[in-house]
């Protein structure tokens, strides 16, 4: 199952959210709403431990909350609001603008979610959006926020008459940009069943913040990144754009992987790789054929390549290539995984189903 939001917007928070099956053309219907129960109570990790300072420190203070969790009410009082106080809980009838299938619908069960077993996609605010969506319903996340790039994006489409953008200019700088975020992460960790996992999509700007802030919210994953929470960043890196001659050329982004607990699901399996092999047409004497046929797992570095002209390119300015989500999606494929993705990205389905 997929459940999608393209267009995460700082200004125009409208953002499109694309629900349904893996592998399922497309029918356009006019409104939809969900009413799930949405009470399930979700906290941040008590990690009193790893925050813990020597007493030769004296009284630093630290701050284990995510920014936005909390407000000040009074001098050193605050009040627990889960960011509420800052992105008040709306309840709207949600606007079905797209059902995207691809025939194979009926081999999932009808939900509440998903009555006709199609992927859907919906119109509204992200936050409103995921507020309305039940507990624990969803195994996987990806998102690709906006990076704090400082820019205005602009896309022209169809007969080049219509203009579309998103704005990823932030008004009150980092802070504002982590409160805004972390409010969806809250969300988003509700949403994840227990054996659920979380990818984040980001460049140099503002990745160091948001880790600190996402170890608050889902866990540092302990010292061998065992526990609930972090598990580890993937690079990936590519050879696309130009090359500042005052700098090293920035040409990867990375991928923060999380749990929301300590049990999570990784098919090892679906995402092996070919091993390399030591001199061109020889293989290698260290690894037996049966381990050799196998392939292995792929490293946390991931040499994706992509070109203005690679096949699934929509024109949109921040689009990801189809190679790097296959991959995310595959280490968690089961025949009835639900998948929400929150992105700035362009985002087009595939036509071939994905069992």
């Given at each position: ?24 053309s497309s ?80 081999k999932f ?12 996609l919906f ?233």
């Amino acid at each position: 199952m997929l459940v999608s939001c393209s267009c995460f917007s700082p200004v125009n928070r409208n953002c499109s959210h694309i629900f349904g099956h893996l592998g399922n053309s497309s029918i356009v219907s006019k409104v939809a709403a969900v009413s799930p129960n949405v009470e399930a109570e979700i906290e941040i990790p008590d990690q009193s431990d790893f925050y813990k300072l020597p007493a030769r420190f004296g009284a630093i203070p630290l701050d284990e909350a995510p920014l936005g969790y909390e407000v000040e009410t009074k001098r050193r009082e605050t009040k627990k609001t889960k960011f509420e106080h800052a992105y008040p809980r709306i309840y709207l009838p949600l606007q079905e603008v797209q059902r995207v299938e691809f025939g194979h619908g009926k081999k999932f069960e009808p939900t509440d979610l998903f009555p006709t077993g199609a992927n859907r996609l919906f119109f509204g605010d992200c936050l409103h959006v995921m507020r309305q969506l039940p507990s624990r319903s969803i195994d996987l996340i990806y998102i690709d926020p906006p990076f704090f790039s400082g820019r205005q994006y602009n896309v022209i489409f169809g007969d080049k008459n219509e203009m579309r953008s998103f704005s990823d200019i932030w008004e009150g700088g980092m802070p504002g940009y982590l409160i805004w975020l972390n409010a969806r992460l809250f969300e988003m960790k509700r949403l994840l069943k227990d054996t659920g996992s979380i990818y984040v999509h980001l460049d140099w700007r503002a990745v160091h913040y948001v880790k600190v802030e996402m170890d608050k919210i889902f866990g540092s994953g302990g010292q061998k990144g065992t526990e609930a929470g972090f598990k580890t960043e993937i690079v990936w890196q590519f050879d696309i754009g130009g090359r500042p001659q005052n700098c090293w050329a920035r040409k990867h982004h990375v991928i923060l992987f999380y749990t929301k607990s300590a049990t999570w699901k990784f098919n090892a399996d679906d995402i092996r790789v070919p091993y390399k092999t030591q001199v061109a047409g020889r293989k290698n004497p260290l690894i037996s054929p049966e381990k050799y046929a196998r392939g292995k797992i792929p490293t946390t570095v991931w040499e994706i390549h992509v070109t203005l002209e690679f096949k699934e390119r929509i024109g949109y300015p921040t689009q990801k290539p189809e190679q790097l989500l296959e991959r995310i999606v595959k280490h968690r494929q089961a025949k009835a995984m639900l998948l929400l993705t929150s992105s700035s990205a362009g985002v087009r389905p595939r036509q071939s189903p994905s069992d």
